[in-house]
């Protein structure tokens, strides 16, 4: 039985890897996503968006990890392709077994300020 911590490792391993099924492995069935510049909602159609965006990281560096029962926050530096890496927070929310809301917000300005 996975805890929170524990799927939001694997959560983040997965996108990172745009793992298809190790995120489905994670995400309930009625999951939702909210982030800057997209919504979903069901699993399909989450899966789908974030190996997309999986696919666009070139790399993620975890700063710390907070987790209080059924919920955990992520900051971490995200890079995609050759940019700058945008601090990011990404919150889960877990019920169960699987993840089942993603909250994702990230400093477009990036590392540096600009």
């Given at each position: 039985m996975?805890?929170?911590?524990?799927l939001?490792e694997?959560?983040?391993?997965?996108?990172?890897?745009?793992?298809?099924?190790?995120?489905?492995?994670?995400?309930?069935?009625?999951?939702?996503?909210?982030?800057?510049v997209?919504?979903?909602?069901?699993?399909?159609?989450?899966?789908?968006?974030?190996?997309?965006?999986?696919?666009?990281?070139?790399?993620?560096?975890?700063?710390?990890?907070?987790?209080?029962?059924?919920?955990?926050?992520?900051?971490?530096?995200?890079?995609?392709g050759?940019?700058?890496?945008?601090?990011?927070v990404?919150?889960?929310r877990?019920?169960?077994?699987?993840?089942?809301?993603?909250?994702?917000?990230?400093?477009?300005?990036?590392?540096?300020?600009?």
């Amino acid at each position: 039985m996975a805890n929170a911590e524990q799927l939001a490792e694997r959560f983040h391993a997965a996108l990172s890897a745009a793992d298809a099924e190790g995120l489905r492995g994670v995400l309930a069935d009625e999951v939702t996503f909210e982030g800057p510049v997209a919504k979903a909602s069901g699993v399909a159609e989450c899966v789908a968006g974030l190996v997309e965006m999986g696919r666009m990281i070139s790399g993620e560096r975890v700063e710390v990890r907070l987790a209080e029962g059924e919920n955990v926050l992520t900051w971490s530096t995200v890079r995609a392709g050759d940019g700058p890496g945008r601090p990011t927070v990404t919150w889960l929310r877990v019920g169960g077994e699987r993840i089942t809301a993603i909250r994702t917000v990230f400093d477009a300005r990036g590392t540096d300020g600009r």
